[in-house]
């Protein structure tokens, strides 16, 4: 057999020495001679196959290529390939070892035609030399637009790692009885490179990275029936990190394109799928908790983010998504999030709502499936998990006390396994379509769909008419509504509440777990039903809610409503691990933000909006107001804006500060009037002893014991703050005595500080005041970072009692 293999080799699989039948002799026909029949290439066989520790899998798929790797102790590995059941002859390119020393081989398939399906083969030769082939396998090149294709169709998984025997059924299932199955047809797998344009795994691929028998089985073992057909687009996780910190396996295994920052090579990558971009990024070393943190690389992954998402906006692409392990936010286990991958997200975000697109990010490293979308844009958050990683224990008290947090970001959260199906439909009328189907372990394994979600573009024509929320109300009876004509396609609402009317100032946004049709999340430990097995019983904590009506009060009384939601919890961590860093995203760099609080004697102005179940808002409704019954005190600091062109009314603290007028030395212009307070600079002496510079004045709350005792008195402290450069530190702060001198506990104590250059930005603090008290000092100032000038700047602070 070998010996006639040879022969096959030497003469008829290029078509250069005569034509080659079927069973290996020349063909002609002896009719018309004008038009020569195409030659007939027979298949390549062999009385043995090649002896794989890893079978064929596929990586960087395009247009005009694939990648064909596979492990093999064999010799002399090529791989053949031509159009799907065509007698064409073959494209045969030799298969290299992936590094010295390794039984890893790759051959690169180019110069393909687009949106075709290939047939390849795998030839190596044995200790003997004898050849030995493989059965045929198949792939599908990529389109391009001429191609005509309107839609793709990618299967999403994450953490397929093995970390308890009782899960080594769980991806076999998620393979044969899901994808072989459901998704083409598991007796003709060409089916799969048909209908499947690929697999994305967001990282944990295995349970030991360094470990190469956890590649060989964990991985490709189980999922060998569909990796010959389906390209993989991987990105590593903590676990591929495990024993191996340069991840020198997982680059071995995983072959992406090399078009990421020099340097990085397999870290990150992006491939094109017609309108679609699929961004691989590495999370790894810019988490914190489960990961060595790296300024950095932080640094040049983002750069390099934003030059990629830069190009993408050049060529119009109506979809963006990102590929990482570390979430952003985790609902089931908030130590697996990362600031640094919040970052990534932020920056997909703005694409989103530069260009209208549909963006998204695939994550994992949480093994629950959470979906969710942000507030403002079509962003999908996925957690892709699990597909093999253990469940997270939700009947644990520990755990749901320390690791669990139903966000607003996230609508539908479930302790599964299970895998993903992402349909992405391109012009001229771009969607995206999420299913998850559950399933994998023991007998569950019709994996059945269980949430379904569509993002497309399209108006939003409701037009929602305010019902309830005007006037003169009592703190504890606010209730806010809205009518549409369609109540049924509302999916979620929007309310925003300012005490600007314009909506320019400080904006609360009601929106999320609260105001949507649906919100799946988890009841107490105790009250959980399911078992680590199997998964746990989410509910639905918005059943029989009307999302059309807002009680106000009630809410506010629950929970803490800050401006920028879960954004809050992006930029601050649970656990001190995960803080890796101050972001440049976070509006307010790492400081306390407004809560919202319903005080007496405010105006409020609200509207609220609609969102459909594709995703899109409708317009504004009209801004109504309504006030809070009760007494709002004059301004009680004197001189708070600097206008009496001194210092008067405040004491030195430290240091030097002066009132400066507005064009003074080459200063900026003041918040409100002519003058504003500043450090030690401005022709006012440079400090010689460094660094803080600050003023304080006391009010005297004496006259208002009685509503400060019976617990209901407001007080609320604003200012307006800048800098030179965002280098000093300027800060505000009050703090509460009682009648004896003594401070008090309360949360108006903890200073505020914000980083902005020659822009004013408003800074409040406003709290009820502990009860006894009867002083407040309001002090203003800040410490010099850089340069010779303190350059903090205060104007426009008032304080005023509510009650």
Known sequence: MAAGL???LLSGCNGENGDVSADGGSSSDAGDSSQPEKPVVVAPSADSAPDFMVRPYLQAPSPDGMTVLFETADGSPEVWA???????????????????????????????????????????????????????????????????????????????????????????????????????????????????????????????????????????????????????????????????????????????????????????????????????L???????????????????????????????????MPFVFGLFHHGCLSELWNVGESIGSCEL???????????????????????AYSRG????????????????????????????????RDYDTFAVSRSEFGYNVLTFRFEPD????????????????????????????????????????????????????????????????????????????????????????????????????????????????????????????TLADQKTLRVGGDDYYRWNKRYSSQNTHVSGYDAYAGQSRPNLALKPGATYFWRARTRDNTMNWSAWTETASFSIAGTQTANLLVNGDAEAGDTSSWDLEAGLMSAIGAGDNGGFGAALGDYYFAGRGFGQGSPADCCVDSLSQEVDLSAYATQIDSGGAYLEFEARM???????????????????????????????????????????????????TRRVKVVMGGERQAGSDNDVYFDEMTLHLLY
């Open 6 to 8: 040879s022969a096959l």
């Open 82 to 280: 031509r159009p799907f059941g065509s007698s064409d002859a073959f494209n045969k390119v030799p298969a290299d070892a992936v590094a010295d020393g390794e039984q890893v081989y790759q051959a690169r398939l180019d110069g393909l035609s687009s949106n075709t399906l290939y047939e390849y083969y795998v030839l190596t030769r044995d200790g003997e030399g004898a050849v030995q082939v493989t059965q045929p396998f198949a792939f599908k090149t990529w389109p391009v637009a001429a191609d005509g294709v309107d839609k793709a169709e990618f299967l999403a998984l994450s953490d397929t790692q093995l970390d308890r025997s009782e899960y080594l059924d769980v991806l076999d299932n998620v393979v044969e009885k899901g994808f072989m199955t459901l998704e083409c047809d598991g007796s003709h797998p060409e089916t799969c490179a048909e209908n499947i344009a690929g697999i994305t795994i967001s990282g944990d691929v295995v349970q030991v990275g360094g470990n190469r028998q956890d590649w060989r089985e964990q991985m490709f073992g189980r999922m060998a029936a569909i990796t010959p057909y389906v390209p993989l687009i991987t990105v590593p996780g903590n676990h591929d990190y495990y024993s191996d910190a340069e991840i020198k396996l997982y680059r071995t295994y995983m072959a992406p394109p090399a078009n990421g920052s020099v340097g990085y090579d397999e870290h990150w990558y992006y491939l094109d799928y017609l309108g679609l971009r699929l961004v691989g």
């Open 282 to 316: 590495d999370s790894y070393p810019i988490s914190g908790a489960h990961g060595a943190f790296n300024r950095d690389t932080l640094a040049i992954q983002r750069q390099w983010l934003k030059e990629t998402l830069r190009d993408a906006r050049l060529s119009d």
């Open 345 to 367: 997200v932020a920056e997909l975000e703005q694409y989103s709502a530069d260009t209208g697109a549909i963006t998204g990010h695939l994550f994992g490293h949480t093994h």
């Open 373 to 404: 979308q942000s507030m403002n844009v079509p962003h999908l958050w996925l957690d892709a998990a699990s597909a093999s990683g253990y469940v997270e224990p939700l009947d644990d008290v520990g755990h749901q006390s320390d690791q669990i």
């Open 430 to 553: 771009p969607s995206l379509t999420l299913q998850r189907r559950k399933g994998g372990y023991d007998g569950d394994t019709a994996f059945d769909v269980v949430d379904e979600v569509t993002f497309h573009a399209e108006p939003n024509n409701a037009l929602p008419v305010i019902t309830a929320g005007e006037g003169e109300l009592q703190p504890a009876d606010v209730s806010l509504g809205i009518s549409v004509a369609q109540p049924e396609a509302v999916e979620a609402v929007q309310w925003q509440v300012s005490e600007t009317e314009d909506f320019s100032d400080t904006v609360f946004d009601i929106w999320g777990n609260d105001t949507r049709r649906h919100n799946w999340f988890y009841d107490s430990a105790d009250q959980v039903e399911g078992n680590d097995l199997t998964g746990f019983e989410a509910i639905d904590t918005q059943q029989f809610v009307d999302i059309l009506t807002l009680d106000l009060s």
């Open 722 to 772: 800048t800098t030179w450069e965002g280098k000093d530190t300027p800060m505000v702060y009050v703090e509460a005595y009682d009648g004896a001198g003594d401070t008090l506990d309360w949360s108006g104590s903890t200073p505020q500080t914000i980083s902005t250059a020659k822009s004013w930005q408003p800074v409040q603090i406003s709290a009820v005041l502990p009860s006894g």
